[in-house]
């Protein structure tokens, strides 16, 4: 009962506005206090979540993103793909599509990507005769891949709370979020051949490589950090070292974007993003301690016992409840609430908890689009300086495409566990 208490608490400041680590803390705290717990003991497990080499990875993922955001760098990527596909009918949509799974890549954020990609690509398709909710929608569903290609920050985030390895995590994410993109790819050419879209001109030679050769740099990025982990040179900390160093030396000295005297204010930025994603960490540990603590897991696995729950079935029930929380919290809010509860059902189950992360992943992602809280939905409404419905009625239609990309995801887990079982 005093479970049901504390999660009911936490929800309520939560939909009163309050910070996401603000309402994780404040319950965690006030219901260890109640069970008598020392504090001493409840400030051990919050630092426990950020005292880790693996963690040390998110500071510099968030500098990395924050250069290549302000370096001009969505822009070129769009100019690049814009060589290759941009002469098909809808091809500035499928540019959209290909651009932004090549700066997922590198941002490892879906706000970041749809704001980064919505500023240069929501004007260029309306004047191309593009209907502004199609493009919304397109946009925001295209922008959640920045957490589900690796590497992501949310996959850091359940990999330290669940224990997963974070490598394995980022091979997860890589078919689920191909297939995704060519789920996108796919509507795209639909929609654009039944609404008559025009197409643009090809590119001459000349245009193709020079452009190409551009965006060169700002590709080579992702692919360092790839080749470094999985060639066993570097950790996924070292990777993320050397994404950072080479974000800010691609922005200043390849791009020319980024002046050296706006170098301090962006690093302020990021370790700005960073410090709050470390409270988010550190709260969300001491939540999980007292969740584990409070019997609830316990009690939802005894349940499962007693239902003789099948895992479709479980599966199929957990989806239809991160959606309807999506709705109303923060996409990384039902992370760090789900996480914790399910863990000890997942091995009760035989659910693998990598095969799980990228389906809670796909939630998130869906979270991002859904009113009233979809942040996505926000952002794109301000820079195309749209009215809410509008944006929503566009987002409609790609929450369906990824209501459908979820189910396959949920119950073929083989698109998410081949790859890594085959490489590691």
């Known amino acids: 009962m005093e479970a049901l208490i504390g999660l009911g608490a936490m929800l309520a400041l939560m939909a009163l506005g309050a910070p996401i680590f603000v309402a994780l803390g404040t319950v965690a705290l006030v219901m260890l206090g109640l069970e008598g717990k020392p504090l001493m003991d409840a400030a051990a497990h919050s630092v426990s979540g950020i005292n880790s080499t693996t963690f040390l990875a998110v500071p510099f993922f968030v500098m990395a993103a924050t250069f290549m955001q302000k370096g001009g760098i969505a822009r070129i990527i769009i100019e690049a793909a814009e060589t290759w596909v941009g002469h098909i009918r809808g091809g500035l949509g499928l540019v959209c599509v290909i651009a932004t799974t090549l700066f997922a890549a590198i941002s490892g954020s879906s706000v970041v990507t749809a704001m980064a990609m919505g500023t240069v690509l929501i004007p260029a398709m309306m004047a191309r005769g593009y209907d502004r909710p199609f493009a919304l929608g397109l946009v925001?569903?295209?922008?959640?891949?920045?957490?589900?290609?690796?590497?992501s920050l949310s996959m850091i985030?359940?990999?330290?709370?669940?224990?997963?390895?974070?490598?394995?995590?980022?091979?997860?994410?890589?078919?689920?979020?191909?297939?995704?993109?060519?789920?996108?790819a796919a509507w795209v050419i639909f929609y654009s051949r039944r609404k008559g879209y025009a197409s643009g001109l090809r590119a001459s030679r000349s245009d193709f490589i020079a452009k190409n050769l551009r965006a060169l740099p700002a590709v080579a990025i992702p692919l360092s950090v790839f080749a470094g982990i999985y060639s066993g040179y570097t950790t996924v900390t070292e990777s993320a070292g050397v994404a950072a160093v080479a974000s800010v030396l691609v922005a200043l000295l390849v791009y020319r974007e980024v002046k050296p005297r706006e170098i301090f204010g962006m690093a302020t930025e990021a370790m700005k993003s960073a410090s709050?994603?470390?409270?988010?960490?550190?709260?969300?540990?001491?939540?999980?301690?007292?969740?584990?603590?409070?019997?609830?897991?316990?009690?939802?696995?005894?349940?499962?016992?007693?239902?003789?729950?099948?895992?479709?079935?479980?599966?199929?029930?957990?989806?239809?409840?991160?959606?309807?929380?999506?709705?109303?919290?923060?996409?990384?809010?039902?992370?760090?609430?789900?996480?914790?509860?399910?863990?000890?059902?997942?091995?009760?189950?035989?659910?693998?908890?990598?095969?799980?992360?990228?389906?809670?992943?796909?939630?998130?992602?869906?979270?991002?689009?859904?009113?009233?809280?979809?942040?996505?939905?926000?952002?794109?409404?301000?820079?195309?300086?749209?009215?809410?419905?509008?944006?929503?009625r566009g987002m409609l239609p790609f929450v369906a495409l990824m209501a459908l990309f979820l189910i396959l995801v949920t119950y073929i887990p083989e698109i998410s566990l081949w790859l890594p079982r085959t490489m590691m």
């Open 140 to 151: 925001g569903a295209s922008g959640t891949l920045g957490i589900l290609i690796p590497p």
């Open 157 to 184: 985030l359940y990999g330290l709370i669940a224990e997963v390895s974070v490598p394995q995590l980022f091979l997860a994410g890589v078919i689920p979020g191909l297939i995704q993109a060519a789920i996108l």
């Open 276 to 392: 709050a994603v470390t409270f988010i960490v550190m709260f969300a540990m001491l939540f999980a301690h007292w969740i584990t603590g409070s019997g609830v897991p316990t009690a939802l696995v005894n349940l499962a016992i007693d239902w003789d729950l099948k895992p479709w079935q479980f599966l199929l029930a957990l989806n239809v409840i991160m959606i309807v929380l999506g709705m109303f919290l923060d996409a990384v809010a039902v992370m760090l609430i789900v996480t914790p509860i399910v863990l000890p059902l997942l091995a009760q189950l035989g659910i693998n908890p990598m095969h799980f992360g990228i389906v809670l992943i796909v939630n998130m992602e869906i979270a991002f689009l859904t009113p009233p809280i979809g942040l996505n939905i926000f952002v794109l409404s301000s820079i195309a300086r749209a009215p809410m419905s509008e944006a929503i």
